[in-house]
């Protein structure tokens, strides 16, 4: 997945104007963006929404973002949406490996009720949005097989640390998210599973999303969630492996496939070696799961 864009899960038009968006998956939110008195309802919309849009032939994936575990109310989320047959519950403010063996356990239980293929319901986690999450962030790896994906965020972890902004004045980030940032590529790396980065909140500013884009690919992020519609074509862009990068990686591969005994190949000036190779095949996987 490259665009992950979240849209409001109790607004009908706008969940219609997120399938249009062109973005490789929806998050439909039932968290942050829904006002408490209106989760009841939000629930039931976004099951509808499941329903009606996981019959398409061609659509994105679907994602939920349920309430976190703290708050009492993600079973009755789960209750709720569990028989749209989301793709995957996203679950906020993880504090670690045990929260994800718990919402794998609540999964398992209403995919049986609901009929559903055991497992078919993955999860992705925001690892960082609280000072907690932060140390607990290996313990990800081995907590469950339905974790897909690791995610992390800013906004919520600034507030967990009482800061008055997460940005600096030249809009990079300060040092306490920029932490956050690397260590969750690393706890992905470790869980084996695709890093996502987090979100770039000054919409209207496509140079900067950009930029931001291009600092995550360098980095190791597979993509980058999105809050509004505008961001999916430039995140679907950059995420996108260029021709000229993915050429370079298929001569790297047909080049180790045809001297199987070599561990260092020359390849235009520069001597390639086993790290080299394994950069090339993830981005010639990347490409094929495209398409």
């Known amino acids: 997945m490259r665009s992950l864009l979240f849209v409001p899960g109790d607004s009908p038009k706008k969940l219609q104007k997120g399938l249009e968006s062109g973005a490789?998956?929806?998050?439909?939110?039932?968290?942050?963006s829904v006002a408490l008195d209106a989760k009841p309802q939000a629930r039931e919309l976004t099951r509808d929404f499941l329903k009606e849009t996981g019959a398409l032939a061609r659509r994105p994936r679907l994602i939920v973002r349920v309430n976190a575990l703290s708050t009492g109310l993600t079973e009755a989320d789960l209750d709720a949406i569990m028989p749209g047959a989301p793709d995957a519950i996203m679950l906020p403010k993880a504090e670690g490996g045990p929260d994800l063996t718990h919402l794998a356990a609540q999964i398992a239980v209403r995919e049986a009720e609901c009929d559903l293929a055991d497992g078919a319901t993955r999860i992705i986690a925001i690892a960082t949005e609280t000072g907690k999450g932060i140390f607990a962030l290996g313990s990800y790896a081995g907590a469950s097989h339905r974790l897909e994906a690791l995610t992390w965020g800013a906004e919520d972890l600034s507030a967990d640390l009482g800061a008055e902004t997460n940005r600096l004045e030249d809009g990079s980030y300060a040092d306490p998210y920029r932490m956050a940032r690397s260590l969750t590529l690393f706890a992905a790396a470790a869980a084996q599973v695709d890093a996502i980065d987090s979100v770039f909140t000054a919409f209207r500013d496509s140079e900067g999303l950009r930029s931001e884009c291009l600092a995550g690919r360098r980095d190791g992020f597979t993509g980058k969630m999105a809050i509004h519609p505008a961001q999916v074509a430039v995140i679907n862009e950059v995420f996108s492996p260029s021709p000229e990068a993915l050429a370079r990686a298929e001569v790297i591969i047909a080049l180790f496939d045809a001297n199987p005994g070599l561990g260092v190949i020359g390849l235009d000036g520069e001597m390639l070696d086993r790290p080299h190779?394994?950069?090339?095949?993830?981005?010639?996987?990347?490409?094929?799961?495209?398409?």
């Open 24 to 32: 490789d998956a929806l998050i439909l939110d039932l968290e942050d």
């Open 277 to 291: 190779l394994m950069r090339a095949r993830r981005l010639k996987a990347r490409a094929d799961k495209l398409g």
